[in-house]
Antibody, heavy 114, light 112 residues
Framework: EVQLVESGGGLVQPGGSLRLSCAAS????????MNWIRQTPREGLEWVAH????????FYVDSVKGRFTVSRDNAKNSLFLQMNSLRVEDTAVYYC???????WGQGTLVTVSS | DVVMTQSPLSLAVTLGQPASISCTSS???????????LTWFQQRPGQSPRRLIY???DRDSGVPDRFSVSGSGTDFTLKISRVEAEDVGIYYC?????????FGQGTKVEIK
C-alpha cells in the first residue's frame, strides 16, 4: 500500500526541540521530492519545507528558516523534520507530503506550550 | 509571497444542486513553462487533505467528473455540478508556481 506515516509529535515547551519522522512505503521514495506541510484551525494549511529527491536542495518558509531542518534517508525510506527553538505559533498538525502534493500522511500533532 | 484568496469561506448547498468556489491569486500563476500550477484539495472531516485537481485542469484518479475547474491567470473556480453527501468538507486551492507555495484559507461546504 502506498502510504506515509508520521511520528514524533507531542507536547514541548517554548524554546524546546522535536524531531518528526515520516516512513514511506509502497513507492520509490528516492525518486520523489518531499514536503512538510502544517495545519492549524486558525491559519489553515501552510507549506513548511521541501527537499529534493537526493537531498541536495532544500527550501523553507521564512517563519522557520534557521530553526527547522528537513532531511531524508533514502536507504530507510524516511523523511525527517528537526524543529529547534520552537514557538507557541508552531503548534499545528504536521503532514508529510509527497511532491507534487499528491500523497499525504495522517499527520502528527505538535503542541508548543508551557 | 503570493496571496491566495478564496470565497466564499462557507457554503451550504442542497443535495443535487451545484456549488462554486472562487480562488484568486495576487499574481498570475502562469509559469515560465507555460503551465498554471494551481491545485485543489478536499479535506473531509477527520481526514487528511486529498488532491482533487492539479495543473488547473487535471483530475486525480477516482475524482468524480462532477468536479471541474475553470479560469486562468489569477482567477479560478472549482465547480461541483451536483453536490453529494460525500462532498462535505473543506476545499483549498494552492499555488505551486512560486516559492513558497501558498494555500487559500479554505471553503467549508455543508449540506443545507
Amino acid at each position: 500500500e502506498v502510504q506515509l506515516v508520521e511520528s514524533g509529535g507531542g507536547l514541548v515547551q517554548p524554546g524546546g526541540s522535536l524531531r518528526l519522522s515520516c516512513a514511506a512505503s509502497g513507492f520509490t521514495f528516492s525518486s520523489y521530492y518531499m514536503n512538510w506541510i502544517r495545519q492549524t484551525p486558525r491559519e489553515g494549511l501552510e507549506w513548511v519545507a521541501h527537499i529534493k529527491h537526493d537531498g541536495s536542495e532544500k527550501f523553507y518558509v521564512d517563519s522557520v528558516k534557521g530553526r527547522f531542518t528537513v532531511s531524508r534517508d533514502n536507504a530507510k525510506n524516511s523523511l525527517f523534520l528537526q524543529m529547534n527553538s520552537l514557538r507557541v505559533e508552531d503548534t499545528a498538525v504536521y503532514y508529510c507530503v509527497r511532491d507534487p502534493i499528491d500523497l499525504w500522511g495522517q499527520g502528527t500533532l505538535v503542541t508548543v506550550s508551557s | 509571497d503570493v496571496v491566495m484568496t478564496q470565497s466564499p469561506l462557507s457554503l451550504a448547498v442542497t443535495l443535487g444542486q451545484p456549488a462554486s468556489i472562487s480562488c484568486t491569486s495576487s499574481q498570475s500563476l502562469v509559469a515560465g513553462d507555460g503551465k498554471t500550477h494551481l491545485t485543489w484539495f478536499q479535506q473531509r472531516p477527520g481526514q487528511s487533505p486529498r488532491r482533487l485537481i492539479y495543473e488547473n485542469s487535471d483530475r486525480d484518479s477516482g475524482v468524480p467528473d462532477r468536479f471541474s475547474v475553470s479560469g486562468s491567470g489569477t482567477d479560478f473556480t472549482l465547480k461541483i455540478s451536483r453536490v453529494e453527501a460525500e462532498d462535505v468538507g473543506i476545499y483549498y486551492c494552492m499555488q505551486a508556481t512560486y516559492w513558497p507555495r501558498t494555500f487559500g484559507q479554505g471553503t467549508k461546504v455543508e449540506i443545507k
